[in-house]
């Protein structure tokens, strides 16, 4: 009796873990897959069944004269999330690197605090970097969106960065500066690689939300200045236009290259 009893209890676990697992699957990539199905639609507009199979959403994306407010947008959300990928490294990594080596009980206060633009919604942050600037005397900016991407997402560098790098031996460093290496170059040839990976994966997830995000955008950008995303929401409110869904399936492969690419680096520095 106890023997069925243990085998209905393990079998009921495994169906509520695999069950409950494919259910956030399906959730987390079915709207991906929907996307991916609709830029190839042959109809004059977004739908789902697609009408047929074809790649006239891609051609009329790429092309410059059909589709250049979207390149436009698009090179400036890309100029703003490399800036945003390049501050926030040279802010978060020595920080995160230092916080490493602090005592844990300074560490364990601070931590929290830094952590803390994690877990407030970016909508209200935004908004309160509006009303400041207008105290200030100053307007929506480039160098405003800047600001407040690098606030808002240098948490997930953060995060990475301080993981490895309080993994590393502290007793590395100690040698190399015995054996007469100054701070910096043990920084360099010590410290360094081993939070490189931290680094990159912190990157992308920066340069992945600062490309995508709406609220900080739209409240902190240059009206003259149009990004992809409130140029993709203008289009959804225009016309339910087919090269929303081409952007999303070109943003999908160039993540998906990253994600190949950074796994392939993190395999090669485990080896």
Known sequence: MLDTRAKFSTALYWVFVWGCGLLVLAFMIGPILLALVMSFNSGSTLRFPPEGFSLRW???????????????????????????????????????????????RFSGSVEPILLAPLVLPSLVYA???????????????????????????????????LGLA???????EEASETLGASRIRTFLR???????PGIFAGAFLVFMQSLDNVSVTLFLGDPGRTMLPLRLFAMLEESLDGRVAAVSGVLILAAAILLVVLQRFGARDAR
């Open 127 to 161: 908004l309160a970097a509006l009303l400041a600037l207008s105290l200030l005397g100053l307007g929506p900016s480039f160098i405003a969106v800047l600001i407040g991407h690098a606030a808002v997402f240098a948490p997930l560098m953060f995060r990475t960065v």
């Open 166 to 172: 309080q993994r590393q031996n502290p007793a590395l």
């Open 190 to 196: 010590i410290s360094l690689p081993g939070i490189l």
């Open 58 to 104: 891609y051609e009329m994306l790429f092309d410059p004269i059909a589709s250049g407010p979207i390149h436009t947008a698009a090179k400036n959300s890309i100029e703003v999330a490399l800036s945003t990928v390049a501050l926030v490294t040279l802010i978060t990594a020595p920080a995160a690197w230092a916080l490493a080596r602090a005592p844990k």
